[in-house]
C-alpha cells in the first residue's frame, strides 16, 4: 500500500492564480481530511469528508474549494491564491467513525507570491 | 466545540533524560485521544492513541493514559534519545455522528534532545 499521496510537494504560486492539490489513498478509508499547518497554530481543518459525494466545511474553508466523486481522491482546489495562503498543506485519511486515528500525507509546501 | 490545548514548547532535555509533555482537553463528546509525532520534513505520523477511559497507550518507549475525571493526555517517556527530536501533536477525534471524520490537534511541542 501507498498510504496517503499527495502531489506536489513544493509550488510557489502568484496571487491570483488558480491550482489543485492532489490526494489519494489506497486503504479504502472512509474518511478523507485537508489541513494547512503554520507556525505555531498546530493544523487547521480546511475541508473534510464523510464519503464519495459528501463534504462539509471545516475551520477555515475560505479560497478552498473541494469535492470527491471517489473514495480514493480528495483533491483541493485553491481558487484565487492570496498570500495568506502560504502554508504547509496535508491531506489526511481514517478508516470510520470507531477506527478513527488519521493517516497523513507528506504533505505540500506552498508559497504565493 | 472541541479544543486540544498543549503544553507550550519548545522542550530541551539531555539524553537519557525524563519527558513529560501535558495534554488536556475539552469535548461534548467521548472522544479517541491521540499522540501524533512529526519529524523534520515530513507529515504526522500516529504514535499512540487511548479509546476509553484509563486506556494506556503505548509505543516506542511512550506512554499515555486516558484520565477522564482530568481531562487529560500527557505523553510521558522515562529515557529520551536524540532521535526522538521531533515536534509532537495532542489530538481528539471524537466517534459521534456530527463529528465524524474530524480530528481537533494541539499546537504541537517541538523537542530537541541533546547528547
Known amino acids: 500500500n501507498a498510504g496517503v499521496t499527495q502531489t506536489p510537494k513544493f509550488q510557489v504560486l502568484k496571487t491570483g492564480q488558480s491550482m489543485t492539490l492532489q490526494c489519494a489513498q489506497d486503504?479504502?478509508?472512509?474518511?478523507m481530511s485537508w489541513y494547512r499547518q503554520d507556525p505555531g497554530m498546530g493544523l487547521r481543518l480546511i475541508h473534510y469528508s464523510v464519503g464519495a459525494g459528501i463534504t462539509d466545511q471545516g475551520e477555515v474553508p475560505n479560497g478552498y474549494n473541494v469535492s470527491r466523486s471517489t473514495t480514493e481522491d480528495f483533491p483541493l482546489r485553491l481558487l484565487s491564491a492570496a498570500p495568506s495562503q502560504t502554508s504547509v498543506y496535508f491531506c489526511?485519511?481514517?478508516?470510520?467513525?470507531?477506527?478513527?486515528?488519521?493517516?497523513f500525507g507528506p504533505g505540500t509546501r506552498l508559497t504565493v507570491l | 466545540g472541541d479544543s486540544v490545548t498543549q503544553m507550550e514548547g519548545p522542550v530541551t532535555l539531555s539524553e537519557e533524560a525524563f519527558l513529560t509533555i501535558n495534554c488536556t482537553y475539552t469535548a461534548t463528546g467521548y472522544p479517541s485521544l491521540f499522540w501524533y509525532v512529526q519529524y523534520p520534513g515530513e507529515g504526522l505520523q500516529l504514535l499512540l492513541k487511548?479509546?476509553?477511559?484509563?486506556d494506556k497507550g503505548s509505543n516506542k518507549g511512550f506512554e499515555a493514559t486516558y484520565r477522564k475525571e482530568t481531562t487529560s493526555f500527557h505523553l510521558e517517556k522515562g529515557s529520551v534519545q536524540v532521535s526522538d527530536s521531533a515536534v509532537y501533536f495532542c489530538?481528539?477525534?471524537?466517534?459521534?455522528?456530527?463529528?465524524?471524520?474530524?480530528?481537533?490537534f494541539g499546537d504541537g511541542t517541538t523537542l530537541t534532545v541533546k547528547p
Open positions: 486503504m479504502n478509508h472512509e474518511y
Open positions: 489526511a485519511s481514517s478508516y470510520s467513525r470507531q477506527n478513527n486515528e488519521q493517516f
Open positions: 487511548a479509546t476509553k477511559a484509563d
Open positions: 489530538a481528539l477525534s471524537d466517534r459521534g455522528d456530527t463529528n465524524a471524520g474530524k480530528s481537533t
